[in-house]
Structures are given as structure tokens and as C-alpha cells.
């Protein structure tokens, strides 16, 4: 698929076309600006607005699909009549019309190893004491290597190393994961992504009712959105948007 500009006359009318609209929306970088530091990127009296008035329809449910962790979503954004996935799909808060809906932990129960976790925990923190400003951000099944705020030259060679230890960690565990993002490495479960996420929220409901999706993200994580609506084809009037970069599927 060629990406485009997206069409917003065309956007409209499917949308007020629509009686079954979805929303997957990514938080940082799409609908929060990226910050120096991640914990200061918390949501806007615009934005809480903006999620307010679009869940009021009854036609819509809105999912915020985000790298966060479910403690960060649930305190700044779990009072809204929205759904939530926290840390690329291994929780899930559904829409509860009682307002009433529990975290739902997708990786408990799987058995899978979480051994890698000490081990990357290591790499990155080494990494940290090598890189002036560099974090890492510890969540419950996910760690992230924060270096947005160091200087490239020193990044550069200490990403090499990095990337030898992270190479044979990954050959060594079979559940483990390592995804570049924006200025930073996320080590994570392999298997569960926001795509995952997105096939588990529409098997919630009938597809063949749905008439409206619109999917917005920023990243690479973002992309496995992009690709798990791709292959739906029940679903119509499908919008991905990548913001600020075309990608292979979206717009």
C-alpha cells in the first residue's frame, strides 16, 4: 500500500456516514507532545476535553493504545468514558458502559519467561552510567532505555555495545522482545504488541457492524496498529495516520 495525505473531506463523510465508529489513538508524540522527560508529558485540559467530547457519542468507542505504563494511564486518563491498553498491549482496561471496568492482564497466565528482565535491566543501566542523562524507565513487563536528552556522540559507540549485549540476550531467550523507538530501546514480551491489543478489543465485538476506524500513532510500535487493521477485512472505512512520517500503511 502507497501511503497519501490523508483525505479529510473523505474522513468527514465517512465519519458522519458512520453508526459503529472505533478510535485506536497512541498517546506520546500523537496525542501528547514528546517531552524531555516522560513523566512530565501528562495529558492536557485540551486533550481531556477532546477524549470527552468524542466518547460522549454513543457511536463511538475510543481506545488509547500507549507504551505507558497502567498506573500512568489510569491516574491521568481512567476517569474518561474510554478504553485503555498500557504498555503496548500487556494490559487492557475495556469500556465498561457502567463505568465499573477492571485492568485486565493479558500476559498473566501465559507462562511466559520473564528471566530476561534482570539481565536487560543490567545492560541498560550500564548504559546509563556510561551516558550522561540517559534513564530507564522499569514497568511491569516492559523496561525502557530513555536518550533523548544525551548527546550524540557519546549515544553513538555505547549504542553499539548496547546493541552486541542486547543481540545475545535475544538469541537467548525466546520471549524477549527489543524494539527501537523515538530516542529510545524498549525491551518487552515478545508476541504482545499493539496489534495484538487491537485484535483482542475487536474480538469484544462484531466486526462486520463496524463502519468507521480511525488509528493514529506516531512510532514504529505504532505501526503493528497500522498492519493488524490492514488485515481486517470486515472492518470498512479504515483510517490509519501516521503523524509527522508516512510509513508503509499509513497515511
Not at 481506545?63 to 485503555?84: A, M, T
Request: glycine content about 6%; overall charge neutral.
Amino acid at each position: 500500500m502507497t501511503p497519501n495525505k490523508l483525505d479529510l473531506v473523505k474522513l468527514q463523510n465517512a465519519y458522519n456516514r458512520a453508526s459503529t465508529r472505533m478510535f485506536f489513538l497512541d498517546y506520546d508524540g500523537t496525542l501528547s507532545p514528546i517531552h524531555r522527560k516522560p513523566e512530565d508529558a501528562v495529558p492536557s485540559n485540551e486533550l481531556i476535553k477532546l477524549l470527552s467530547s468524542l466518547s460522549a457519542d454513543p457511536h463511538n468507542s475510543i481506545y488509547l493504545i500507549s507504551g505507558r505504563d497502567r498506573k500512568f494511564l489510569q491516574s491521568w486518563l481512567g476517569d474518561l468514558h474510554i478504553g485503555l491498553s498500557a504498555e503496548h498491549g500487556a494490559f487492557l482496561k475495556l469500556i465498561d458502559q457502567n463505568d465499573g471496568a477492571e485492568w485486565h492482564d493479558v500476559i498473566l497466565g501465559k507462562q511466559m519467561d520473564l528471566h530476561w528482565k534482570d539481565d536487560v535491566l543490567r545492560a541498560f543501566t550500564q548504559f546509563c552510567n556510561d551516558v550522561p542523562n540517559a534513564q530507564v524507565e522499569t514497568k511491569e513487563y516492559a523496561i525502557t532505555l530513555h536518550f533523548r536528552n544525551c548527546e550524540k556522540v557519546v549515544v553513538t559507540p555505547n549504542k553499539r555495545v548496547l546493541q552486541a549485549q542486547i543481540s545475545k540476550l535475544t538469541a537467548r531467550y525466546d520471549t524477549l522482545d527489543v524494539r527501537k523507538g523515538k530516542k529510545s530501546i524498549e525491551a518487552r514480551v515478545k508476541g504482545i504488541t499493539k496489534g495484538y491489543i487491537i485484535k483482542e478489543i475487536l474480538n469484544t465485538c462484531e466486526r462486520d457492524e463496524v463502519d468507521f476506524v480511525m488509528c493514529i500513532g506516531d512510532d514504529v510500535t505504532d505501526e503493528d496498529m497500522f498492519v493488524a487493521l490492514a488485515h481486517e477485512p470486515q472492518l470498512r472505512n479504515v483510517f490509519t495516520c501516521a503523524v509527522g512520517k508516512k510509513t508503509k500503511l499509513g497515511f
